[in-house]
């Protein structure tokens, strides 16, 4: 098999050109056809999927995200239905003026174009990325992994006979094969791939930034906090802190770091309460694990190292920290953050006014679970990822953050001295 993608992406090209022709109701039917036909198809894409986990074992934190069910796939179409009745980013006039000489300006959003997906064991990520690319006016190359192999295959299977037969350019979304050096080609294709956006684990993250000569935008990995203040309700922490924690712990919004105020410490036992029924194991501190000790199951309670900090856990485990102080909490944070998700409990104030103003995070939370950081929680229909950059797009990545912009310039034939 040729390992060159220069066919590929000029087709993809042409593809795009076609897209950007193509009107927003026909784009939403599309959308919501290949929908209704993976509803259809519901025991095709198991099948793929089983065959899938059949090749990872149970214990990989990765295997809950590989999984597919009847439930999810159900919630995964109807995303792909949210986003096709959301109203189009195209063409949207972000900024309109003349100039003395009566020149006119509009500053119009547009599409990138090309976008490379690459993401790992992540099969709801190959319909989650081809609507909202496609709604966007976006062609997706997707470079899925090995893991997933045979649900993507079954995934875009759907995709493209669907295109087809509404008289869309299959080449509208692509999925490479499982060979390496196409992701290498991809991050280097400068000219022909306008953005290329990684999800998955930090070292996928790093290998692309390291080695992509086309621009991309991170999805980072998510070491998310939860401070429980001295101000703190406790009833709100119990439950947030076991939904942030327990809701599903493979996602990167997911609790890494319980913070707790000392003065609380008294409280710990009973905020930790709820994590016991799901047997969560917790990397206590000397303090945290004082006030545990005997209140928390004894084989579910481990003293903290130094590694129990600044880890993603993707698992049934959570570090807790003793703070003698607000400022200390921020301190805590502002080292071990991955600047992902971050909360704070508390019915002070002021300590929410500065915890949001300080804490630098796409996603800051006040007395509300990590867990909604998510585009369809945000109303965006679905998400291309969660960006922990600054440039161009942070926080969930949706419809807006798949536009450029472009100015139109308008006259009566005006000339420059």
Same mark, same amino acid.
């Given at each position: 098999m040729?390992?060159?993608?220069?066919?590929?992406?000029?087709?993809?090209?042409?593809?795009?050109?076609?897209?950007?022709?193509?009107?927003?109701?026909t784009?939403?039917?599309?959308?919501?056809a290949?929908?209704?036909?993976a509803?259809?198809?519901?025991?095709?894409?198991l099948?793929?999927?089983?065959?899938?986990?059949?090749?990872?074992?149970?214990?990989?934190? /990765?295997?809950?995200? =590989?999984?597919?069910?009847? %439930?999810?796939? +159900? #919630? &995964?179409?109807?995303?792909?239905?949210?986003? !096709?009745?959301?109203?189009?980013?195209?063409?949207?006039?972000?900024a309109?003026?003349?100039?003395?000489?009566?020149?006119?300006?509009?500053?119009?959003?547009?599409p990138?174009?090309?976008?490379?997906?690459?993401?790992?064991?992540?099969?709801?990520?190959t319909?989650?990325?081809f609507?909202?690319?496609?709604?966007?006016?976006n062609?997706?190359?997707l470079?899925?992994?090995?893991?997933?192999?045979?649900?993507?295959?079954?995934?875009?299977?759907?995709?493209?006979?669907?295109?087809?037969?509404?008289?869309?350019?299959?080449?509208?979304?692509?999925?490479?094969?499982?060979?390496h050096?196409y992701?290498?080609?991809?991050?280097?294709?400068?000219?022909?791939?306008?953005?290329v956006?990684?999800?998955?684990?930090?070292?996928?993250?790093?290998?692309? /930034?390291?080695h992509? =000569?086309?621009p991309?935008? %991170?999805?980072? +990995? #998510? &070491?998310?906090h939860?401070?429980?203040?001295? !101000?703190?309700?406790?009833?709100?922490?119990?439950?947030?802190?076991?939904?942030?924690?327990?809701?599903?712990?493979?996602?990167?919004?997911?609790?890494?770091?319980?913070?707790?105020?000392?003065?609380?410490?008294?409280?710990?036992?009973?905020?930790?309460?709820?994590?016991?029924?799901?047997?969560?194991?917790?990397?206590?501190?000397?303090q945290?694990?004082?006030?545990?000790?005997?209140?928390?199951?004894?084989?579910?309670?481990?003293?903290?190292?130094?590694?129990s900090?600044?880890?993603?856990?993707?698992?049934?485990?959570?570090?807790?920290?003793?703070?003698?102080?607000?400022?200390?909490?921020?301190?805590?944070?502002?080292?071990?953050?991955?600047?992902?998700?971050?909360c704070?409990?508390?019915?002070?104030?002021?300590?929410?006014?500065?915890?949001?103003?300080?804490?630098?995070?796409?996603?800051?939370?006040?007395?509300?679970?990590?867990?909604?950081?998510?585009?369809?929680?945000?109303?965006?229909?679905?998400?291309?990822?969660?960006?922990?950059?600054?440039?161009h797009?942070r926080?969930?990545?949706?419809?807006?953050?798949?536009?450029?912009?472009?100015?139109?310039?308008?006259?009566n034939?005006?000339?420059?001295?």
């Open positions: 040729t390992t060159d993608l220069s066919h590929i992406l000029d087709n993809a090209r042409v593809a795009a050109n076609k897209l950007n022709l193509i009107d927003d109701a784009i939403a039917r599309v959308l919501c290949v929908a209704d036909e509803d259809r198809q519901v025991d095709y894409i099948q793929a999927n089983r065959r899938d986990l059949e090749r990872m074992p149970e214990s990989d934190p /990765r295997y809950d995200r =590989l999984m597919l069910t009847r %439930e999810r796939l +159900a #919630g &995964i179409t109807a995303d792909m239905r949210r986003v !096709a009745s959301l109203p189009s980013p195209l063409g949207r006039t972000l309109s003026y003349d100039r003395p000489n009566g020149m006119h300006i509009d500053k119009v959003s547009v990138f174009g090309v976008i490379g997906i690459i993401y790992e064991a992540r099969p709801n990520v319909f989650d990325v609507a909202l690319c496609m709604k966007s006016g062609v997706c190359i470079k899925g992994g090995s893991d997933a192999h045979d649900s993507n295959t079954a995934l875009i299977n759907i995709i493209n006979r669907v295109l087809i037969s509404h008289g869309i350019d299959s080449n509208t979304a692509v999925l490479l094969p499982n060979d050096r992701t290498d080609q991809l991050l280097t294709a400068v000219g022909k791939v306008d953005l956006i990684p999800r998955g684990s930090g070292r996928l993250i790093n290998y692309v /930034r390291e992509a =000569l086309v991309v935008i %991170e999805t980072g +990995a #998510g &070491i998310c939860t401070y429980f203040d001295e !101000a703190g309700d406790l009833e709100k922490g119990r439950r947030i802190v076991c939904n942030a924690k327990t809701r599903r712990v493979s996602v990167c919004n997911a609790l890494d770091c319980l913070i707790v105020h000392q003065k609380r410490l008294p409280d710990l036992p009973a905020l930790c309460a709820p994590l016991a029924g799901k047997h969560v194991i917790i990397y206590a501190d000397p945290a694990r004082d006030a545990l000790a005997g209140q928390y199951p004894d084989e579910l309670l481990q003293p903290a190292t130094a590694e900090f600044g880890t993603e856990f993707l698992d049934y485990k959570m570090a807790v920290k003793t703070v003698a102080s607000f400022d200390e909490a921020l301190e805590h944070i502002a080292r071990y953050s991955s600047k992902h998700s971050e704070i409990v508390t019915e002070d104030e002021e300590h929410k006014h500065r915890f949001t103003r300080q804490v630098d995070a796409a996603c800051v939370y006040t007395n509300v679970s990590t867990a909604f950081t998510d585009g369809g929680q945000f109303g965006f229909g679905a998400e291309i990822g969660i960006s922990t950059q600054k440039l797009a926080g969930p990545m949706a419809l807006p953050e798949l536009t450029t912009y472009k100015y139109i310039i308008s006259g034939g005006q000339t420059r001295e």
